[in-house]
Every structure is written in structure tokens, then in C-alpha cells.
């Protein structure tokens, strides 16, 4: 008499089968769903049954979550700018810093402060119908602009304050829509500003 041994057979396939999330993951951007080997750095389109490699030239998708920095000194080294943009389906949340540079050193490395950055500023977003603004562009890894939104800086701010209770720098949290199945190969961003 012949006895089948088909519970463990099954068993021992699916545990063969079992995805190591830290080396594969599986990301629907859009219409499409993406498979991603971490480990390999390769990354495939999912086609009903079928998987297709993306050409080496073509980075991986962004996370859904992941973030990019960009830290940056502009309009004459009068703003310290701190951004961090991160991807949500169709909504890029950005945080945006900025801080006017105050502590000035000299040649001999003495420290002295000079409020006159954070005048200029005040001054600039207090206009709240200006067009003065900070613009964030989003870029592939070959620098071609994906995405950009401006963010006038008279409107959504939050005051940060610093020592003494005196205003110190500026916070700019919000959001704004992109389409996921563009930006998904943004690997970098930039800013550019228009303060007059």
C-alpha cells in the first residue's frame, strides 16, 4: 500500500517561497506594480504572470515614504534652508526650514551676531500678496525637472522661535499633488527662489 506525503511537500514549498522584505519588496505606483531586489539592485515591472527588467539606466522607483533632503545656503548666503520632501501616492509632503543667518565669522573665528538677514526676511514675507517665493524642483538622476512647486513665503508659516523667545527661523509644512508614475524616479531636488 503506498501512503502520500502531500501536507509536507506543500509546506516545504511555501516555505521556499517565503520573500525576504529587506532584500525584495513589491510597489504599486500608479497603474503599475513594480518588484524590487534590493540585494541585486535590479528592479522589474509585474505584467500579469510575466516580470520585465528595467533597463540598468532607469533608476528603481522611489518608496512610497521615502525621503530626499536638500540643504542649501541662497539669495547671497542671507538663508540657511533646510527641505525634506517625502512621497505619498499622488502627494509629495514637504517640510521646509528656513532660517536667516545671523552668527557671522570673522577672519580671526570670532562669532558675532547681526539681525540683519532676519530683518530682511520679516520684511519680504510680510507682503502677504507678493510672489516672493521658494520654489522646490524635483529631478531625475540626469537632471531633468519632474515636478516643482512654488511656496510663497508670506503664507503657511510657523515662527521658531530661539534663546530669549525671540523669533529665530521659519517652518513651511504642506503638501502638493504630483503624478506618482513620474516623480517615482525623482533622486534628487533642488530649490530656486524668486525674493525681490
Not at 525584495?24 to 510575466?50: D, R
Not at 530626499?68 to 509632503?93: C, E, H
Not at 520684511?123 to 510672489?131: A, F, L, N, R, T
Not at 512647486?149 to 525671540?166: A, M, P, Q, W
Amino acid at each position: 500500500m503506498k501512503i502520500w506525503y502531500v501536507v509536507p511537500l506543500v509546506s516545504l514549498l511555501l516555505v521556499g517561497c517565503e520573500l525576504d522584505k529587506d532584500k525584495i519588496s513589491i510597489e504599486k505606483v500608479g497603474s503599475k506594480t513594480y518588484l524590487i531586489n534590493q540585494e541585486q539592485s535590479k528592479a522589474f515591472v509585474i505584467y500579469g504572470e510575466k516580470l520585465v527588467r528595467l533597463k540598468e539606466d532607469i533608476p528603481a522607483p522611489l518608496k512610497i515614504g521615502q525621503t530626499l533632503k536638500y540643504k542649501t545656503l541662497i539669495s547671497s548666503k542671507k538663508l540657511d534652508v533646510d527641505t525634506k520632501i517625502k512621497f505619498m501616492g499622488s502627494k509629495a509632503l514637504y517640510n521646509m526650514h528656513i532660517k536667516p543667518v545671523i552668527e557671522l565669522i570673522d577672519k580671526s573665528g570670532n562669532i558675532t551676531k547681526d539681525k540683519t538677514n532676519l530683518e530682511w526676511f520679516n520684511s519680504k514675507k510680510k507682503d502677504y500678496d507678493s510672489y516672493n517665493a521658494i520654489t522646490v524642483q524635483l529631478k531625475d538622476s540626469d537632471g531633468f525637472k519632474l515636478a516643482e512647486e512654488s511656496l510663497r513665503i508670506s503664507r503657511g508659516f510657523i515662527n521658531v522661535l530661539g534663546e530669549g523667545s525671540e523669533i529665530e527661523s521659519f517652518m513651511y509644512e504642506g503638501s502638493f499633488s504630483v503624478d506618482p508614475e513620474i516623480v517615482q524616479f525623482a533622486s534628487y531636488l533642488e530649490i530656486t527662489w524668486n525674493i525681490k
